[in-house]
């Protein structure tokens, strides 16, 4: 594209010289993609700190457990129940992929830590897998929500911004 672009004014580049910019493009990218990854990784130890001083009942742990020790009566009851706990699970799930995505993407960003040498490969693998978790989660977490939104439940978008229970 570089090369196109430059010959369409008049000037002729080597495929090397063509490279040393989209390379320089590249950089400037995964840079931003850091600086974004750090943002990600503090909101997540925000979540994680949140979870260990809330009150009992508003910790994910106590709610699956109500969930798993209420008595569903009616089939609607137990219909409902097993969205409950799809959806805190997936929760968990995702925290769970995006603690390793975190931690996989801070050991390569701090490349220049020798002690985390022989772990970087790997790590760079590890952090290349998840991410299909993470699209998985987010294209799941869309369609149940799109689903609940025009069927059984509408307004629970709204009420992600709100935060009021009904
Ligand atoms: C939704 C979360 C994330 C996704 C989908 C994602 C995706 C990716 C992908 C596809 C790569 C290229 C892997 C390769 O081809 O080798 C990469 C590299 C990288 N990621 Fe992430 N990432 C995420 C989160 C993070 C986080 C939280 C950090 C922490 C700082 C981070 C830091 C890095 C670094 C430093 C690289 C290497 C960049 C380079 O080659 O210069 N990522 N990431």
Redesign the pocket.
């Known amino acids: 594209m570089v090369q196109e672009q430059l010959e369409s004014k008049g000037v002729t580049v080597t495929n090397d010289q063509a490279r040393a910019v989209t390379h320089e493009y590249s950089?400037k990218i995964?840079m931003l993609?850091?600086y974004v990854?750090?943002g990600?990784?503090f909101l997540l130890l925000c979540r994680i700190v949140l979870e260990a001083t809330q009150p009992g009942e508003e910790k994910i742990k106590t709610k699956i457990k109500n969930a798993l020790t209420f008595q569903a009566k009616t089939d609607s009851e137990k219909e409902d129940r097993k969205i409950y706990l799809l959806a805190k699970r997936g929760y968990l799930l995702f925290y769970l992929v995006?603690l390793v995505?975190?931690l996989s993407?801070?050991v390569?960003?701090f490349?220049d830590v020798k002690f985390l040498d022989p772990i970087h490969k790997i790590m760079?693998d590890v952090?290349?897998i998840a991410?299909y978790g993470?699209?998985v989660y987010i294209l799941a977490h869309l369609i149940g929500v799109v689903r609940e939104e025009i069927g059984k439940y509408p307004g629970i978008t709204s009420s992600m911004v709100h935060g009021k229970k009904k």
């Open positions: 950089d995964w993609h850091k990854g750090y990600l990784c995006f995505m975190g993407g801070l390569l960003a490349e760079g952090h290349e991410q993470v699209y």
